[in-house]
């Protein structure tokens, strides 16, 4: 039987004795901004729509606007919600064609933290949906968290 030699015996108890002390770097992060974004959505989800896995997510200053082009084609129905982390926000959110033109919003629907609208994309194309966030309550040059999700029939 072949011994091992003391320095791995050595490496194997240090390393025994120093990683239960050794910091964890890896830990998980909740988006709670994306959390709210999927309870707006709940009650479509009983109306027949699928929620995409894919979203958008980030952060932006109170009373700042972002827009975000997604590919949308003709004959279905879609819904976008965004959402906020902080309490309090007001959100906005419009659609528009791949042409400008606005879209006619058949449904919005606020809930905390949260704004969905629905409507039929009369088109195949790539839609721009534009949003903005604000608060009274937050400072001015604080970012506001935000996760922007949509589904489809």
Known sequence: MRKLSPIPRLSAA????ILPFAPMTAHAVVDDAFSYAM????????QGFKVR????????????????????????????W???????VALTIEIYM???????????IDSKNAKSVRFPATTTGSYIIVFSLSS???????????ALAYGYR
């Open 98 to 108: 791949p042409d400008g033109t606005a879209v006619a919003v058949t449904e919005t």
């Open 82 to 88: 965004v959402a906020s982390a902080i309490d309090g």
């Open 53 to 80: 896995t894919d979203h958008w997510n980030g952060e932006i200053l109170p009373g700042g606007q972002k827009a975000v082009r997604h590919q949308l084609f003709k004959g279905n129905e879609y819904c976008f």
């Open 136 to 146: 009274d309550s937050a400072p001015e040059d604080e970012p506001i968290s935000w």
């Open 39 to 46: 309870e707006a959505a709940t009650p479509f989800v009983s």
């Open 14 to 17: 240090l390393l025994a004795l």
